[in-house]
Every structure is written in C-alpha cells, then in structure tokens.
Nanobody, 122 residues
Framework: QVQLQESGPGLVKPSQTISLTCTVS??????????WTWIRQPSGKGPEWIGY???????TVSPSLRSRASISRDTSKNQFTLYLTSATPEDTAKYYC??????????????WGQGSQVIVSS
C-alpha cells in the first residue's frame, strides 16, 4: 500500500519560498511507471494541479506556475519536494502530494497524502 505524507512550514511570509516535502512509503519513487504529483486546493475552491516528477526524474509544471514552481527528489530518502517561490496570499491552500502509475490512474487507485495547509501571510 502506497502512503504519502506531506511536511513543511504551515506559515510562509509573502515573497518567501514555500517548501513542501512528500515522504513516500510502500513504493519506491523510482519504480517503473510512477508519477509523483503536487496538487493544491484553496479553501472553497477546486483543486489545482501544480506539477509532477516521474519515476525517472523528469518534471512537468503547470504553465500558470512554471515561472515559480519546481519539483525535485531525493531518491535516497524516497522523497520529492515542491518549491514555490515568491509566495503571495493567493498561494494559501491545502497542498497534497499524489502518487500513481498509469494503471493506478486507469483503475482509480491513485494515492493521496492527507494534505498540508499552507498560509501565506505577514
């Protein structure tokens, strides 16, 4: 069973960088076909896809956040990390890390972390 746990500061000041790490257990982040994704959901709004890193380390980021967001990984710790620079209050949201293979997605077996609330405020 794949389990994911987000961690990072819950309060970030405007202009600073949001850094969130997802620790994965039950599967290696390098296992064939897995993609590891960051999604956020502002209060009262729908979820927004941020980007992902593949099992081989390639990254893709939403065009709306491409200038500010990056995703990296530490395979020795089985973790992947989101960095979102120049934070503003509009970045306030609950952030989720997600893991799935193409078969998982096809069969509805996507794994989600519990979410980490990030507030951007001075």
């Amino acid at each position: 069973q794949v389990q994911l746990q987000e961690s990072g500061p819950g309060l970030v000041k405007p202009s600073q960088t949001i850094s969130l790490t997802c620790t994965v257990s039950g599967a290696s982040i390098t296992t064939n076909s897995y993609i590891w994704t960051w999604i956020r959901q502002p209060s009262g709004k729908g979820p927004e896809w941020i980007g992902y890193i593949t099992y081989y380390g390639n990254t893709t980021v939403s065009p709306s956040l491409r200038s500010r967001a990056s995703i990296s990984r530490d395979t020795s710790k089985n973790q992947f990390t989101l960095y979102l620079t120049s934070a503003t209050p509009e970045d306030t949201a609950k952030y989720y890390c997600v893991g799935e293979t193409r078969n998982d997605q096809r069969n509805g077996f996507t794994s989600w972390g519990q979410g980490s609330q990030v507030i951007v405020s001075s």
